[in-house]
T-cell receptor, first 114, second 112 residues
């Protein structure tokens, strides 16, 4: 089944403790991105990657890092999480160019930073 | 900067009604528009994708239209059912690395 898989689904952590949220897709998509969803603010893009070793900032990149060492994986790294990063996070992927068929989203990771 | 607005923010209707959800965007230079459904605490499920060269797409009881020049899209749901209750999100893409710009959604409740 074609899908985007995020782990973990739920995470509670303490301020300052480094964490990684993993994202993997099995559709051979070139493009991958991370969004956060907050009440009243909607979904906002954090980082995106056009292909392996190519990443760039979205609208709200502060406090986050990403890497794209393999085409299928795009982990989101919070080096020193703070309470304002408590949110629902989504990973998405898509093909590019003429093969574009829309964006596929993962099931989300609910992160709480205390 | 692209802005996407969805009206209404919330809607409650009896089962069986046909309904229309509205989406407007400020920059008509879009690459495509995608409608999603989100159930509480869950991920986003893609409903319909409309490429910029298309006027509408249909899937079962759903029909989405796109008028790029006026910056509008509508999602038409025929013969609504309680299982249609969810938040519906409209998102546009400018192409390339832009990713998606989302509206804040329409929270839909279908009363049995």
């Amino acid at each position: 089944e074609a899908q985007v898989t995020q782990n973990p689904r739920y995470l509670i952590t303490v301020t300052g403790k480094k964490l990684t949220v993993t994202c993997s897709q099995n559709m051979n998509h070139e493009y991958m991105s991370w969004y956060r969803q907050d009440p009243g603010l909607g979904l906002r893009q954090i980082y995106y990657s056009m292909n392996v070793e190519v990443t760039d900032k979205g609208d709200v990149p502060e406090g986050y890092k990403v890497s794209r060492k393999e085409k299928r994986n795009f982990p989101l790294i919070l080096e020193s999480p703070s309470p304002n990063q408590t949110s629902l996070y989504f990973c998405a992927s898509s093909s590019s160019g003429q093969g574009f068929l829309g964006y596929t989203f993962g099931s989300g990771t609910r992160l709480t930073v205390v | 900067k692209q802005e996407v607005t969805q009206i209404p923010a919330a809607l409650s209707v009896p089962e069986g009604e046909n309904l229309v959800l509205n989406c407007s965007f400020t920059d008509s230079a879009i690459y495509n528009l995608q409608w999603f459904r989100q159930d509480p605490g869950k991920g986003l499920t893609s409903l319909l994708l409309i490429q910029s060269s298309q006027r509408e797409q249909t899937s079962g009881r759903l029909n989405a239209s796109l008028d790029k020049s006026s910056g509008r899209s509508t999602l038409y749901i025929a013969a609504s059912q309680p299982g249609d209750s969810a938040t519906y999100l409209c998102a546009v893409s400018g192409g390339g690395a832009d990713g998606l710009t989302f509206g804040k959604g329409t929270h839909l409740i279908i009363q049995p």
